[in-house]
C-alpha cells in the first residue's frame, strides 16, 4: 500500500488572486505558472510551505471568478516575460482544477472573517 502524502494532512489555505485582464488568466491556464507582485510572495511562499495553497483567480471589474488551481511550487526569482510586466514577482506553478467563469453571486453566502465578514469576491 501506498503512503499518504506528507502534504495530504496540512492545513489549507485560499488566496483571491486578481488579474487586470483576461489575458494573463488564459496565459496561467495554457501554461500551469502564476506571477504576482514582490509585496505577495513573502505571505504566498509562506502559505505554501505550510499548508495546501488554491488560488482563486478574478478579473479586477468582471463580477466573476475565472476559476481555481492548486499552487504546485514556492516562488522563484525567474521572472516571465509573458506577462511583460515589470511589477511583477517570481514565477510560480499552478495545476488548474476548474476553469470557468462563475458569478460573484453564486459566493455571496461566504464570508470572510479576516476581512470584516466582507463577501468573497
Known amino acids: ?35 504576482t507582485t514582490p509585496s505577495n510572495e513573502r505571505k504566498l511562499n509562506g502559505a505554501f510551505w505550510e499548508s495546501v495553497v488554491y488560488l482563486i483567480f478574478s478579473i479586477q471589474g468582471s463580477g466573476h471568478f475565472q476559476g481555481f488551481a492548486r499552487m504546485r511550487s514556492s516562488i522563484g526569482c525567474e521572472k516571465s516575460q509573458d506577462w511583460g510586466s515589470a511589477g511583477l514577482g517570481g514565477v510560480f506553478k499552478v495545476e488548474w482544477i476548474r476553469k470557468e467563469s462563475i458569478p460573484f453571486q453564486f459566493a455571496h453566502h461566504l464570508l470572510n472573517p479576516w476581512n470584516d465578514n466582507k463577501k468573497v469576491q
Do not use: D, L
Open 1 to 35: 500500500s501506498k503512503s499518504p502524502s506528507p502534504r495530504q494532512y496540512m492545513p489549507v489555505r485560499y488566496f483571491i488572486m486578481k488579474s487586470s485582464n483576461f489575458q494573463n488568466i488564459e496565459i496561467a491556464q495554457q501554461k500551469g505558472i502564476w506571477s
